[in-house]
């Protein structure tokens, strides 16, 4: 691998000595550039969640991210670390360092992370410079840790320095903001790929001019001017505060010539714009005392930022041409909430949920109170409610009481099902567009230690066979036809000890003929056995190579099945195991010593999927204490669920391989 880096760095060495030689930029002056950003460079390893199929389900990515200060604040994209519950960063040095989610702005796409700094060291930090001095032609570096790989350089020039997305293509949203409302790229040809969201685009002077986000073809960088403010407001007060006025505009068509203004297409029913009286065909003419001039699609974002960057509760004047006239109106600005809340889910409902925002319920047309559902489990309790409950969903209320919001569905949920057995059956009412439904749907606590029905142990015979037919028998040189052939005779048992071999085929019981009709007649002889009592000596009609004969065997108490061990499932690290059984020790050739708890489930994008723990694995310790079976494994795990160590170690027998996996949970989102 250091050997493939290595070509790697002698190939993009190679690539900017000939770029800058072809651009009669001297290599001094691309090297000087990038020796005062690669220091901030940071790649970025996240553990996020997004929601899907009624779960919330945890995946890994990777991006890129530079320093901004001496304190270990880290600029990158929102779509890199905006989801996430752990980031981990390499700086330049090759150290990994741990860092947190400061604040995210979804509208620009920046988020701010920090690095963590228990010893107060200062961090190299990159400067940004001005953003608005880039012309076309101007050259640039695109740096960043393209596909994870480690830190890389790529240079090109800005081949254009306002790009909007065209009609044609589709908007980039993010959580439901239009990131292009607001958003001119910087078109440049330094090649980026998946891994350099978030990587600095710097011009030679050194200094962050962008931040690379987008490639279609041609790379795009949000400009660095709106990320070094977006990034500021996030370290200063954690969120990005913007005017709304629920307007709006479009170019101007051709057919009004030459003058001024912005084409109002519409208004939000009480909006500050509406409740002044604004209406579509009017031209917005100024606004708060500056002149508005919007003719093409690329100056949209420059009006969105003016009336965005208002402070909140100002209020502003005006000035509209209506019918040949002029019109001075005035409106106070309103707090511009997010498109979406955060989704959480609901698993006593099998769902995905989140509180409607005010943007989100106006184009609902209706109000915010209720839950959205986002995504449904399939079998769960949502979807197996009649009707089934869907996505787009809105629940309103639980039988009688009013379903407000995502925490009070939650905490009603929890009320109503605490410490019973069964499924609880609730009528929930719910609106589907204009449709106001009611389903009753049976919630239901989740368990997270389930002791299994046991059914009374009957007669069994310590071996188990394989049904072989007449035709199978006949290809075998059995002579005595059709029987059951012995696959495996269980160690240390009546059957053992008396004699019955592998490759035996047993072809009477007790001087009656057995024989199989099919070879899916797996379970016939076991059935006939269980008709017998646990501790009859049965005579088994036995055909061997050299002959026949007769064996007496035993019947034991038949052991308990897999399907009846007791389980445990560990909810917030999502995976379920059970104690071994004795088919496991069989199969496994386990003595009867060997303890622990057999992994039977894993959810997908759960904690303990992350760490790649696997289903059959057979835990054996906790932090190196021995778990002998589910008992004191429930209780490692509730220990570790109250202390919320930074990292628990599972020492795990899988195949004939020991191994440790370590799972690193977000304690945060324990409940």
């Known amino acids: 691998m250091k050997r493939f880096l290595s070509a790697i760095a002698c190939i993009a060495t190679l690539l900017l000595s000939g770029a800058a030689q072809a651009a009669d930029i001297s290599l001094e002056a691309v090297e000087a550039a990038i020796a005062r950003v ?59 360092v741990e860092a947190d989610l400061v604040a995210t702005d979804t509208l ?47 240079m090109g020039i800005v081949s254009n320095t306002e790009i909007v997305f065209p009609r044609f293509m589709s908007r980039m949203t993010l959580d439901g903001e239009d990131v292009g409302s607001i958003v001119r790229w910087i078109g440049h040809d330094a090649a980026i790929f998946g891994g350099n969201s978030g990587g600095p685009l710097v011009n030679l002077a050194g200094e962050i001019v962008g931040i690379n986000e987008v490639d279609l073809g041609l790379s795009g960088a949000i400009p660095g001017n709106l990320a070094k403010e977006v990034a500021e407001k996030l370290i200063r007060a954690g969120k990005v505060m913007r005017s709304w ?92 909430e997010n498109a979406r809340e ?105 368990k997270e230690s389930q002791d299994q029905g046991i059914e009374a142990r009957k007669a069994w015979l310590p071996a188990a066979t394989q049904p072989l037919t007449r035709e199978s028998a006949a290809a075998l040189g059995v002579p005595g036809g059709a029987g059951f052939r012995v696959t495996q005779v269980y160690k240390r048992h009546s059957a053992d000890t008396a004699g019955l071999r592998v490759g035996d085929v047993v072809v009477a019981l007790d001087g009656e003929k ?57 909810p917030f690290l999502d995976f379920r195991v059970r104690d071994i059984a004795f ?3 069989a199969q496994e050739d386990w003595p009867d010593s060997r303890e622990g708890v057999l992994v039977e489930t894993v959810g997908e994008g759960g904690w303990a999927a992350l760490a790649e723990l696997a289903v059959g694995d057979l835990i054996a310790s906790v932090d190196g204490r021995p ?5 004191a494994f429930e209780a490692a795990m509730r220990k570790a669920r109250a202390e919320k160590p930074e990292r628990i170690m599972l020492q795990v027998l899988r195949g004939i391989h020991t191994l440790f996996i370590e799972i690193a949970p977000d304690w945060t989102g324990l409940k």
């Open 514 to 570: 057995v024989r199989p009709t099919s070879a899916d007649e797996t379970d016939a002889l076991p059935a006939i056995i269980r008709q017998y009592r646990t501790g009859a000596v049965v005579l088994l009609g036995v055909q061997r190579r050299e002959g026949g004969l007769d064996i007496p065997v035993t019947l034991e108490v038949s052991p308990t099945p897999p399907a009846e061990m007791k389980r445990y499932r560990e």
């Open 108 to 154: 620009t796409d920046i988020a701010i992370i920090k690095l963590r700094n228990p010893d107060k060291r200062t961090f190299p930090a990159a400067a940004f410079g001005d953003s608005a001095a880039l012309r076309v032609g101007t050259r640039v570096l695109a740096m960043g840790s393209p596909l994870a790989l480690s830190q890389s350089v790529t």
């Open 245 to 336: 006025i629920g307007l709006d505009i479009q170019p101007l068509p051709d057919g009004t010539g030459t003058q001024p203004g912005a084409l109002v297409s519409g208004t939000i029913d009480g909006s500050p714009a509406g409740k002044a009286g604004l209406l579509p065909g009017d031209v917005l003419l100024s606004f708060d005392g500056h002149p508005v001039s919007v003719r093409f699609r690329e100056e949209i974002p420059i009006f969105n930022r003016q009336v965005m960057d208002i402070p909140v509760g100002k209020e502003v004047e005006v000035v509209v041409a209506r019918n040949g006239k002029k019109s001075t109106m005035r409106m106070t600005t309103e707090e511009r």
């Open 342 to 446: 955060k989704a959480v889910e609901l698993p006593m409902w099998g769902v995905t949920a989140r509180n409607l925002s005010r943007g989100a319920a106006r184009e609902m047309k209706r109000d915010a109170r209720g839950v959205l559902v986002t995504t449904v489990r399939q079998g769960g309790p949502a979807w197996q409610a009649r009707p089934r409950i869907a996505e787009g969903d809105v629940i309103v209320a639980l039988g009688d009481n009013e379903a407000v919001s995502v925490e009070a569905l939650a905490e009603m949920t929890r009320s109503l099902v605490a410490g019973r057995k069964d499924p609880l059956p609730v009528m929930v009412t719910f609106e589907r567009r204009r449709e106001r439904l009611v389903a009753l749907v049976r919630l239901e606590e989740e």
């Open 627 to 631: 778990v002998a079976d589910v008992a």
């Open 38 to 96: 690669k220091p901030a460079l940071v790649r970025i390893h996240v553990v996020a969640v997004s929601q899907r199929g009624g779960r919330e389900v945890k995946f890994e990515s990777f991006g890129s991210g530079a320093i901004i200060s001496p304190e270990g604040h880290v600029v990158t994209n929102h779509h890199v670390a905006g989801n996430a519950r752990q980031i981990f960063c390499t700086l330049s040095s090759r150290e990994e």
């Open 583 to 585: 088919i496991d020790r």
